[in-house]
């Protein structure tokens, strides 16, 4: 199994410009042909609060009257200091503090398959500081942002890290593929 954090970026490195607003990413529809052979291969998700709430409002409770379920069957880590708004029928675990026990925890559940890495980067990256980031696959947009949540905040050099693939899905996206080098 691995850990992998998969996402878009701008080609200017932010996930979310600096309004949280992700329309430059949704003007191109559906997400690239490389989600559903890798979603099927996932057992166990986390994601910070801002990527949780952003999936409330912009998901879930879009239409107030007729919310839509939990996104995803794998069980969910949400991490955040505060008392979050719930999903219902959704198994989402609220959690904090250090990302060691909690992968722990995830790697149990996800019962040999993948644990996904939604963002933020920060959050990603406390994965990746921990030596618990094997992977990352990341979906680069013909779009720049000058600001907002950065991909990755870490400085990852020496070692680099070691590019195993690259791929065009359609006219706007390519998806690089990365192992994060054990040291
Ligand atoms: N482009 C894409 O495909 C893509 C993918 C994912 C997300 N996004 C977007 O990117 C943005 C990411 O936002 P973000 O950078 O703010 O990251 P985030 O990881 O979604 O949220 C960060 C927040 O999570 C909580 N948190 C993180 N680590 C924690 C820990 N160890 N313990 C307790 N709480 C912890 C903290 O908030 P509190 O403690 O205050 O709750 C922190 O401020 C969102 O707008 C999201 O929608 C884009």
Not at 73 to 99: E, M, Y
Request: proline share 8%.
């Amino acid at each position: 199994m691995k850990t992998q954090y998969y996402t878009a970026t701008s080609l200017d490195g932010y996930i979310a410009d600096a309004d949280n607003s992700l329309d430059w990413l949704m003007q191109f529809g559906e997400p690239g042909e490389s989600y559903p052979p890798f979603i099927a291969e996932v057992g166990a998700i986390a994601m910070g609060s801002t990527t949780y709430e952003w999936l409330l409002e912009h998901e879930i409770y879009k239409d107030k009257e007729n919310p839509k379920p939990w996104p995803y069957r794998q069980p969910s880590w949400v991490f955040s200091s505060r008392t979050l708004k719930k999903v219902p029928n959704a198994d989402i675990h609220f959690c904090k503090g250090d990302v060691v026990p909690i992968y722990n925890e995830m790697v149990k559940a996800a019962e040999g398959k993948n644990i996904w890495i939604v963002g933020g980067g920060e959050l990603a990256g406390q994965f990746y500081d921990k030596g618990l980031l094997d992977e990352l696959i990341i979906t680069i947009t013909p779009v720049t942002l000058g600001g907002g949540a950065p991909l990755l905040p870490r400085k990852i050099a020496a070692p680099p890290l070691k590019l195993v693939a690259v791929q065009q899905y359609g006219k706007h996206y390519v998806e690089v593929r990365y192992e994060v080098a054990k040291v």
